[in-house]
DNA sequence: GATGGCAATAAG
DNA sequence: CATCGCTTATTGCCATC
């Protein structure tokens, strides 16, 4: 492949990026200590990497960002209500009664139906026989064999939303898809004033018959996606704005609908002249409706045709809600741009001012983009040894101040200090120009502080067609420039360009080679950009470009391809610290602290360096990143590195997904976020299907508010200072389906039990993401293999929880095809305290289920593949209680202490009692029998009954004597289970005391108070 | 010793 | 009014088996 082919690989209309990092430009924290520390601490210098994981007040971090303009409309979530499968088992006989989950349909066909066939025992063989052996398997593995926990705890509270497994069906907004023909014919029919746009007449298949309408949209469909194509070729192809929709224009609009016909088609849009039944058509433009029509177009996205005209003015699609003609409540105002984050809009509206949004955004297009574009069989590895590489790193100067200043075109880039942001006070800095940077201003600074550095600071609106702009021009040029055999996109400013040059060549030639190009191209890029100037580092290796980029900064260029180790080790001793990839706050504080006893403020890579070999930096700062360092300083490459070079495409493949809501989060009620969550998922979701990928595994992370932060921080609608935990969920098997996975999600949220009113960010994250193409490939190795290794083996719960009648069947079932039955497994050797055997007696049904049936112990794959609920269950009790009380009877130390508080949060004391409704009693019934269990030996740390007494009381207050009595019968059935071992004695007395001594007191008071005429007495 | 969950860190 | 504190990836530590 030639450098030319090569450079095509990103020729594209829209994105790119080329840039390095910041990590100059964003200057580190300065350390408290120091009396300059203490100034910039309070302009609001603090960057990312304050102890607390989110960021306080006071720091300025993060900026804004914008909605993504491939993104696809969110809409409502729609639930369905059941999912029609659970109903499927008749309780005609004593077995547990389950549920299949809603992912049971991949390998069946007509699995709706199937459930109901199934009850019938006769069809129900006939339907099993006509299954294959996946969906056969599968529809064993996914059914859900228990009552759903919540529910036996929902009782004792009222009200409560439960979260059903899996109760949520992707419900497409157009549903309204099986309209006959006839109802085609009709609409256009109906519709004088839209008449069909051409007689039939001119048809080349010859005249057709009067009424024939179905041949007569058949040839007008062909001849329409004909001139489509014309139009496309005539005026060139625009951003795909509307990719993947699917319009249709109703009555008179304003502008008219060939013109939003063009439109629609130029930027990507597929138009349709008319409502078929067989298309699902995504959006109807209208200006106005008539009642009747309003209820026929009820199901689909009425949209008035500015939301066509306004998008692609904004050169991205906007979200249809803020231009939705039908609106479910008409009292209420529409276009409510508020920063609310109940409003279904709210997401959309954020992100099309999020800055940060805006850059994950363009940098996740560009990955996408090389990944498409690069036929890759360009690797590195492949070059001749003698090959030698030039690295280019190009970035673009003080990106978003230069390209809004210049849309604005009255200030003066190099004397007027400008700054890019939203607000005037807590609102961050996107970027400042160099004039700003003279008076200390730094990108992430908030604007308040910046304007006591600089009284005369500019503000800049942000321009995020622009960036999106410049940006693509920038790619093009690199590509245009021909010099390069790789261009790898770092983000929307900022790319690494690889250049192969041959050994032969002297030193002083490859050099001057390289410089030629350099300056020939800042100019170039200078010119089609209109203005915007780069900083261009090359180098040897990807960090060698790295700094000299920085060195280059602002507006030149570095190049350091020097061969003789000396000169590289003291071109790399210059730098800063932080000013090394991948060096950030953290690192250099615990060098700081490890290595250089004086108090430097910003300390250089030969400070380092006299203080410090391979080996300390490996032990105490982790081995890779150690070694990383080590290599660094002698301005070589790691391996992690060079993967970007070696395997650009697997570098760039997506991995994961996530949406990150950490702003304006405001809640009141559990419920709420539950919408919001589902909202997040169904954004999410329909990214994945868009990519064709599924997840195997999700995490939320929430942002809490910290116990003694304000209820409202200093910025406005921020998060204030925040504590984040975080939860994962697995699926049986990957799944893209937006019910299974906001389930999960939701059922992590309780897990996480954070008061609604606490919260302060919500992410969720798909993990480990897969081609949906290779499900397959995947469900087969996902089985634990039970003796058919070909075929995907059996979930042996799954399966010895069926009913007996199914069981019988599907046992039949599966020897007639070979398939081993799982028997009832030998007990492996027991779990010591099994968390198992009582999991089962406490949630799987009342009366422990004939042991046979479940396996007695849990191998680990199986537990990996079990979902999650059944999962956390299983686990939780010990591992969060460990984590509790481990951290309870730590010293009061700072860290510790916030260790402590946030374990105590989680777990008891700042819980409203009110959020306990859901079925936060369960887990804290959980967590008191692990820690009964933890501490049986010991007994109870009297600082932890200090807290659980508090707990006590307030339910008590409360009038939750159920409850009392729930968690009283549950520790004395967990005391006595342990009574039968004798090294117990000791711990179980005092927990015995400790009950007869607190609880029973108060449970009896408690009744006292609520005038309930019973008396207990405690039977140790 | 491998694996996995969760937290911390970095980057633009 | 304000204000739009995202998203992806790697690494480290600890617990578990
Ligand atoms: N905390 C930050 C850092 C960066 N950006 C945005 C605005 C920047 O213009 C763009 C590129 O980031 P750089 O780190 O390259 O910074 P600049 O381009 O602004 O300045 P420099 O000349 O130092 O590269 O990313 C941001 O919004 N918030």
């Not at 450098?3 to 840039?19: H, M, V």
């Not at 008749?90 to 709706?112: F, I, K, P, Q, Y």
């Not at 926990?149 to 009782?155: F, V, W």
Request: one cysteine or more; proline letters at 6%; charged letters at 25%.
């Amino acid at each position: 492949m030639n450098s030319q082919e090569l450079a095509l690989l990103l020729t594209d209309s829209s994105l790119d990026a080329s840039r390095s990092r910041n990590a100059s430009q964003a200057s580190p924290p300065l350390q408290r200590g120091s009396p300059l520390a203490s100034e910039h601490e309070a302009a609001g210098l603090e960057p990312r990497g304050d102890k607390r994981v989110e960021n306080s007040d006071n720091d300025c971090r993060y900026d804004g960002r914008r909605s993504d303009g491939r993104r696809s409309d969110n809409d409502i979530c729609s639930d369905a209500s059941s999912d029609g499968i659970s109903d499927i088992i008749h309780d005609n006989d004593s077995e547990v009664r389950g549920r299949w989950g809603s992912d049971t349909g991949v390998g069946l066909r007509g699995a709706d139906e199937l459930p109901g066939d199934l009850s019938q025992g006769h069809s129900r063989q006939h339907l099993l026989s006509s299954l294959d052996d996946e969906a056969l398997i599968q529809l064993v593995n996914s059914y859900e064999p228990r009552p759903k926990p919540e529910r036996r705890l929902a009782d004792a509270d009222e009200g409560s939303p439960s979260v059903s497994p899996v109760d949520f069906e992707n419900v497409s907004d157009v549903s309204d898809n099986d309209r006959a023909p006839e109802d085609a014919r009709h609409e256009v029919i109906d519709c004088p004033q839209t008449p069909p746009q051409a007689p039939p007449q001119a048809h080349p298949d010859g005249p057709l018959a009067f009424g024939d309408y179905e041949t007569y949209f058949k040839h007008k469909h062909v001849q329409q996606q004909q001139q489509d194509q014309r139009l496309r070729q005539i005026h060139g192809v625009k951003p795909p704005i509307f990719k993947n929709c699917i319009i249709y224009v109703n009555g008179r609009t304003n502008p008219d609908r060939l013109v939003l016909h063009k439109n629609v088609v130029l930027y990507g849009g597929v138009f349709n002249h008319y409502l078929s039944g067989k298309t699902s058509v995504t959006h109807i433009i209208a200006s106005n409706l008539t009642s009747k029509k309003r209820i026929e177009f009820q199901k689909y996205k009425v949209v008035t045709p500015d939301w066509i005209v306004d998008s692609i003015a904004a050169g991205e699609r906007l979200p249809w809600q803020r231009y939705a003609l039908i609106t479910a409540n008409p009292n209420q105002p529409t276009i409510s741009t508020t920063l609310d984050c109940k409003s279904p809009q709210f997401l959309a509206s954020f992100f099309a001012k999020s800055r940060l949004h805006h850059l994950s955004t363009w940098k996740a297009d560009l990955r996408a983009k090389f990944c498409s574009k690069y036929v890759g069989d360009v690797s590195i590895e492949r070059l001749p040894k003698t090959t030698r590489l030039a690295i280019f790193h190009i970035d673009f100067d003080c990106f978003f101040a230069t390209v809004s200043a210049l849309a604005d075109g009255r200030y003066s880039l190099e004397k007027q200090p400008l700054a890019v942001a939203h607000g005037v006070a807590s609102s961050e800095i996107a970027s400042c120009n160099y004039a700003a940077r003279a008076f200390g201003v730094r990108n992430g600074m908030w604007v308040r502080s910046a304007k006591r550095l600089c009284p005369d600071l500019v503000l800049l609106p942000y321009n995020f067609n622009q960036y999106e702009v410049k940006s693509s021009i920038l790619y093009e040029t690199l590509v245009a420039c021909g010099a390069f055999n790789m261009i790898l996109p770092i983000s929307v400013d900022e790319a690494i360009c690889v250049r192969f040059s041959d050994e032969a060549l002297s030193d002083e030639a490859i050099r001057n080679d390289c410089s030629k190009i350099v300056s020939s191209l800042r100019e170039r890029i200078f010119e089609s950009t209109q203005g915007c100037s780069v900083s261009i580092g090359c180098g040897s290796s990807l960090v060698l470009a790295r700094l000299a980029l920085k060195r280059a900064k602002p507006g030149g260029f570095c190049i350091q391809l020097s061969r003789d180790s000396k000169s590289v080790e003291s071109f790399v001793s210059s730098f800063k610290l932080n000013e090394l990839p991948g060096v950030g706050y953290s690192i250099v504080d615990k060098i700081k602290t490890n290595f250089l006893r004086k108090n430097v403020s910003s300390p250089t890579v030969a400070d380092l360096k006299q203080n410090s070999t391979r080996q300390a930096l490996i032990s105490k700062l982790g081995s890779k990143t150690g070694a990383k360092l080590a290599l660094f300083m002698e301005g070589k490459d790691d391996e992690e590195s060079l993967k970007i070079l070696k395997d650009p495409v697997e570098f760039f493949t997506r991995k994961s997904m996530s949406v990150d809501i950490n702003y304006a989060i405001r809640f009141d009620t559990i419920h709420e976020i539950d919408t919001f969550i589902d909202r997040i998922c169904d954004h999410l979701t329909q990214k994945m299907k868009e990519l064709g990928l599924i997840t195997p595994q999700v995490t939320l992370k929430i942002l809490r508010r910290c116990a003694h932060a304000p209820i409202e921080p200093e910025k406005y609608l921020g998060s204030g200072e925040c504590d984040a935990f975080s939860r994962n969920s697995r699926f049986g098997v990957p799944t893209d389906e937006m019910g299974v996975i906001a389930t999960e999600v939701k059922s992590s949220l309780r897990m996480l039990s954070c008061p609604p009113k606490d919260l302060r960010g919500v992410a969720v994250q798909f993990n480990k993401l897969m081609k949906a193409s290779d499900r397959d490939k995947q469900r087969k190795g996902l089985f634990v293999g039970v003796g058919n290794p070909a075929k995907g083996s059996l979930n042996t719960l799954a399966y010895h929880a069926l009913p007996k009648d199914f069981r019988s069947d599907i046992k039949a079932e599966l020897s007639k095809r070979n398939i081993s039955v799982p028997e009832t497994p030998p007990p492996k050797k027991a779990v010591t305290i099994s968390p198992v055997k009582d999991f089962w007696a406490r949630h799987w049904k009342q009366d422990p289920p004939p042991k046979l049936e479940f396996p007695s112990s849990l191998d680990n794959e199986f537990m990996v593949h079990l979902p999650s609920q059944i999962q956390r269950e299983l686990k939780q009790d010990h591992a969060i209680l460990k984590k509790t009380k481990r951290t309870m009877r730590k010293s009061v130390l700072s860290k510790e202490y916030k260790q402590f508080e946030k374990v105590i949060n989680r777990n008891f004391l700042s819980e409203p009692i009110k959020f306990q409704a859901l079925d936060r009693p369960k887990e804290i019934l959980s967590l008191v029998q692990s820690w009964i269990d933890d501490s049986i030996n010991s007994g109870p740390h009297s600082a932890d009954l200090i807290l659980f007494d508090k707990y006590l009381t307030k339910l008590s207050d409360a009038g939750k004597t159920h409850f009392i009595l729930r968690m009283m019968n549950l520790m004395s059935s967990r005391l006595e289970y342990h009574s039968s071992y004798p090294n117990s004695a000791a711990g179980r007395q005092e927990w015995e005391e400790y009950m007869l001594r607190r609880i029973v007191p108060l449970l009896n008071q408690s009744c006292h108070n609520r005038g309930t005429a019973l008396n207990f007495t405690f039977d140790v």
